[in-house]
């Protein structure tokens, strides 16, 4: 089935019941067709199902419509069952590059992962964090002291990166930011801004007297004792918003709550 445009849309929905009726609705109303065949698919959720249905989906190159059915929604437009084929044709659409994470454990295991909003390091015992930081190849920072760090694109710095009190970032600026979490030493270290392309690497001092973990979006790693975090420019994943709402004016509007 199609909506009245022709359209083919994929509705995907969360586990919450809110979301499941409404994807049950909406189905009825304008069709369901299977993900690879869809014109674009409409995730019904919050933040965090939104972020796996693009990873689910990222190699349909297909937009991906966010409608809130869930408790955060930055990445996701008001819901409303009435109007959508009129609102998926005046849709602005967005591109982002994920960070791609490769992390290496105490016990020599591997977790790779991708992540739109930001790659964290943080502390796993009762002691702060020893890091020290590379960029492109190059020891930026001996020694971190700190209860974690993260790096984040621009869609994710209001994210953890601004709890954090790291910078919001333009979501056209090519940078990442690269923001300490409770620095300890140096203590007045507040981070970098990055250039996008930069190749960013975490070595854990003393993994074992003190445990880090990596967390990348929702995928994490336990006891790591290197983490690198690059941008992926060959991987790209597409959102709709609703004219006006973009993340581009999201971002600035957080600036000024």
């Known amino acids: 089935m199609t909506d009245r445009t022709g359209r083919k849309i994929c509705f995907e ?9 409404a994807r049950a609705a909406l189905a009825r109303r304008y069709g369901q067709a299977h993900a690879a065949e869809a014109d674009v698919i409409v995730a019904l959720g ?30 996701m437009n008001t819901y409303s069952a009435d109007g959508l084929s009129d609102r998926l044709g005046a849709a602005e659409e ?8 490769n992390a290496v454990c105490v016990g020599g295991e591997k977790v ?17 964090a020893k890091l020290r930081i590379s960029i492109d190849g190059r020891v930026r920072m001996d020694e971190l002291v700190c209860d974690g760090a993260l790096v984040a694109t621009p869609a994710g710095s209001t994210a953890y990166n601004y709890s954090a009190h790291g910078p919001i970032l333009p979501i056209g600026a090519e940078v990442l930011a690269l923001t300490p979490v409770a620095a300890f030493r140096p203590r ?3 981070g970098a801004l990055l250039p996008k392309v930069a190749h960013v690497r975490f070595d854990v ?28 420019e060959t991987i790209r994943h597409r959102i709709l918003f609703d004219p006006g709402h973009g993340l581009e004016e999201r971002l600035i509007r957080e600036q000024f709550a």
């Open 205 to 232: 001092l003393e993994p074992k007297k003190r445990p880090v973990s990596a967390v990348a979006d929702s995928r994490d790693a336990k006891n790591v004792v290197t983490v690198e975090v690059w941008s992926d």
């Open 188 to 190: 007045r270290w507040r």
């Open 94 to 101: 967005a591109t982002l590059n994920p960070l791609c994470m």
């Open 13 to 21: 929905a969360s586990d919450a019941p809110d979301a499941q009726e």
């Open 112 to 128: 790779s992962a991708l992540a739109i909003n930001e790659v964290s390091l943080y502390r796993g015992g009762a002691q702060a």
């Open 46 to 75: 919050g933040d965090g199902f939104m972020l796996s249905t693009l990873f689910a989906t990222q190699h349909l190159d297909k937009p991906v419509y966010g409608m809130n059915r869930g408790t955060v929604g930055f990445l």
